[in-house]
């Protein structure tokens, strides 16, 4: 069972005028064909989606005055990725409040990165339209910029895979070696643990799946990379 929607506005400090919008907006497509319900939470995360991206747009245009079109536009993706909206969702533990089909819940669909950054999009699309502009603004840059004081070094996560293997064949002519290393969780919900080592460099990565823990492991490594060596931002 979902948690009581009433604690909801304990974690995001914000009590819905509408109850019904915010429940539009927890409700998942799956628990709406279940339940015959003629509302799911899609229109509110596109609409949540454009919020997002104009709230964000503003910040990077007065934060950087220094910084081309080019480089915020890549600071904005990095800050509405689906890896970074799933960990916002997680903060507020998002997933809890999620009403979901038998089918999704029984295979943990309500703790996906891709069904929590679409739910943290839903829920501002809902904020913006019970409380107004001003209202959801403060609420996404508090959040933001709490979990990510310095957007700009969200950067390294955008492509950290691709950065790792441009950096280690120019530097040391070699190419990054990535094994997984341990495998937890049950068969439908497995969490990966990945290894990657280049030169004397090594890091590790953990997530819900192979592809996205080789990701992390080497975004941890461009960082660690970057405490020795700055000239690897000239790659993001």
């Known amino acids: 069972m979902p948690e009581d929607i009433e604690k909801l506005k304990l974690k995001i400090n914000y009590n819905f005028k509408n109850k019904a919008l915010l429940r539009e907006a927890l409700t998942h497509r799956s628990y709406a064909v279940e339940s015959s319900l003629k509302y799911d939470n899609q229109r509110l995360e596109f609409l949540g989606d454009s919020v997002l991206q104009i709230i964000l747009t503003e910040y990077l245009y007065l934060q950087y005055p220094s910084e081309p079109e080019g480089t915020m536009s890549k600071i904005r993706s990095a800050m509405v990725q689906q890896e970074t909206l799933a960990q916002l969702a997680r903060k507020f533990n998002l997933g809890a409040f999620l009403l979901v089909g038998r089918g999704e819940q029984e295979t943990g669909g309500n ?5 929590l950054s679409d739910l943290f999009e839903s829920l501002l699309g809902a904020y913006y339209l019970d409380a107004g502009i001003d209202e959801v603004k403060k ?3 508090d959040v933001m910029l709490e979990e990510f004081p310095e957007p700009i070094k969200l950067l390294s996560g955008l492509n950290p895979k691709g950065i790792l293997q ?5 530097k040391w002519g070699m190419a990054p070696e990535y094994t997984v290393i341990n495998v937890t969780g049950p068969d439908h919900s497995p969490c ?5 080592k280049v030169n004397k460099v ?6 819900k799946n192979k592809k996205q823990a080789e990701s992390k492991a080497a975004k941890n490594a ?12 000239d790659i993001l």
């Open 111 to 115: 703790d996906r990165d891709s069904t």
């Open 139 to 141: 609420f996404i840059l």
């Open 166 to 170: 441009e950096y280690s064949q120019r």
């Open 192 to 196: 990966y643990e990945v290894e990657v």
């Open 202 to 207: 090594v890091a590790t990565g953990t997530a």
């Open 222 to 233: 461009v960082e660690l990379i970057a405490e020795f060596d700055s000239s690897i931002k």
